[in-house]
């Protein structure tokens, strides 16, 4: 034991190399990960490419991005928290848009439903202020030449 293995800082006996380098690993160092089972009913033929892509990260009917994507939200929305299903289209959305300084990258890049991504895009767009030009102001009917009538005959009253 004296050659080969030592006592460190309360870890136990370690068994360095003789020079440099890393020392065997121990046994409690490795990380568990658990293996978690497939569903009994599930097949990777049955169509149902949300399930495999969210639990392998990867389906040939969905492009890469998406099932990356599908893998890290853990099969959920970001804007509302509900499950994605078969029946939904997903749509890859910038967490700060591009029009505010957003990145392409991975990292500012989330998946949601549709009617999602056009609710938070309405209020990404709303925050920042629009221009609408659609609005007319009415100017009020005293600096009006004419006035609004009423037809008597429709039953309204003629302004005095």
Request: aromatic share 6%.
């Amino acid at each position: 034991m004296a050659k080969y293995g030592r006592v460190d800082e309360g870890k136990g006996w370690r068994f360095p190399p003789p020079r440099e380098g890393r020392a065997l690993t121990l046994h409690s160092h490795p990380s568990i990960r658990r293996h978690v089972k497939v569903q009994a009913t599930r097949s990777p033929y049955d169509g149902d490419w949300v399930y495999w892509s969210t639990r392998l990260g990867r389906h040939p009917t969905i492009s890469p991005r998406v099932a990356q994507h599908l893998r890290k939200q853990q099969g959920r929305c970001r804007a509302c928290g509900l499950h994605f299903t078969e029946n939904d289209t997903l749509e890859v959305d910038h967490i700060i848009p591009k029009a505010q300084g957003g990145k392409a990258n991975t990292d500012n890049l989330q998946l949601l439903h549709r009617h999602c991504h056009a609710h938070k895009t309405a209020q990404d767009r709303r925050g920042h202020g629009t221009y609408d030009t659609r609005h007319i102001a009415e100017e009020p009917d005293d600096a009006k030449a004419s006035r609004p009538v009423l037809n008597p005959s429709r039953g309204g009253d003629i302004p005095a």
